[in-house]
C-alpha cells in the first residue's frame, strides 16, 4: 500500500494519506482552481524506495573502494 504527501499550495496545510484516503480526497477536493495545481503531490513509497536505492549504491561503491585499496596493500606487502 502507498503512502503520499499531500501539501495545500495556498495554505501550506500538509495531508498525510495512504491509497485509499488518497483517491477520495481528490473526489471531495479539487486538484485544480483556476487552472492551476492547488496541491503538490508526493509519494512517499517511492520516494523511501529511492533513498534505500541510494544508499545501496553508495555502499557498492564504498566496498569498491575498500576492495581496491586493500587489494593494493596486498601488492604491497608481497611485492616489497
Do not use: P, W
Amino acid at each position: 500500500m502507498e503512502n503520499f504527501k499531500v501539501v495545500n499550495k495556498s495554505t501550506n496545510a500538509t495531508y498525510f494519506l495512504n491509497e485509499k484516503q488518497f483517491e477520495t480526497f481528490f473526489n471531495v477536493n479539487s486538484l485544480h482552481k483556476d487552472g492551476k495545481f492547488q496541491y503538490e503531490v508526493y509519494n512517499l513509497t517511492k520516494a523511501k524506495a529511492k533513498r534505500k536505492d541510494k544508499m545501496l549504491d553508495i555502499l557498492a561503491h564504498l566496498g569498491l573502494v575498500a576492495a581496491s585499496i586493500l587489494a593494493v596493500l596486498i601488492y604491497i606487502q608481497n611485492h616489497c
